[in-house]
T-cell receptor
């Protein structure tokens, strides 16, 4: 099983450039989310989606846009990259609700450097 | 807002010995989930163990077990018979059930576990 796939794995951007981080999952998970991980910090929630067509902001949404047109894909867009967005980005998905088998599955991360 | 605190930035243990990683959290919810994730140098986030707050029994997964103290809001991870492959960053994470943030995870800052051969 592929699970959660993120592309690219590494990216260098210049300040002001735009780009999209891709995330795809093949587990038919309704819930998907994006996190960023900075040195000395745990992961922090950027945006999340509870299903196709539904997105909302997490803890650190500024500078990022998301959309969810299909269950499988949840891209993260940086419209005008800033050095403060240098980070490792993780996409995660899970089944909705609570209880057994609702833990989050993570992609392998994208290391983004903005110069 | 919930917070998760891991007070040990780094821990070191001899191979085959036991180590305990600490985690405390703050929440006003009565029902929630707690997780320990392992992050090796490959960056992959790997679920180690989970605990439902409504279950009094501590979760166990092979060499990994937790000590969940709900009243104290404490959730420590014990690794028995430590192996070289256990070396990684370990993150404690909280997930509420109130529906906000799609119950996204709140993470601690992590503990870097070193295994001495």
């Amino acid at each position: 099983n592929a699970g959660v796939t993120q592309t690219p794995k590494f990216q260098v951007l210049k300040t002001g450039q735009s780009m999209t981080l891709q995330c795809a999952q093949d587990m038919n998970h309704e819930y998907m989310s994006w996190y960023r991980q900075d040195p000395g910090m745990g992961l922090r929630l950027i945006h999340y989606s509870v299903g196709a067509g539904i997105t909302d902001q997490g803890e650190v949404p500024n500078g990022y846009n998301v959309s969810r047109s299909t269950t499988e894909d949840f891209p993260l867009r940086l419209l005008s990259a800033a050095p403060s967005q240098t980070s490792v980005y993780f996409c995660a998905s899970r089944l909705p609700g609570q209880g057994e088998n609702t833990e989050a599955f993570f992609g392998q991360g994208t290391r983004l450097t903005v110069v | 807002a919930q917070t998760v605190t891991q007070s040990q930035p780094e821990m070191s243990v001899q191979e085959a010995e036991t180590v305990t990683l600490s985690c405390t959290y703050d929440t006003s919810e009565s029902d929630y989930y707690l997780f320990w994730y392992k992050q090796p140098p490959s960056r992959q986030m790997i679920l180690v163990i989970r605990q439902e707050a409504y279950k009094q029994q501590n979760a166990t997964e092979n060499r990994f077990s937790v000590n969940f103290q709900k009243a104290a809001k404490s959730f420590s991870l014990k690794i028995s018979d430590s192996q070289l492959g256990d070396a990684a960053m370990y993150f404690c994470a909280y997930r509420g059930t109130s529906g906000g943030g799609a119950d996204g995870l709140t993470f601690g800052k992590g503990t870097h576990l070193i295994i001495q051969p």
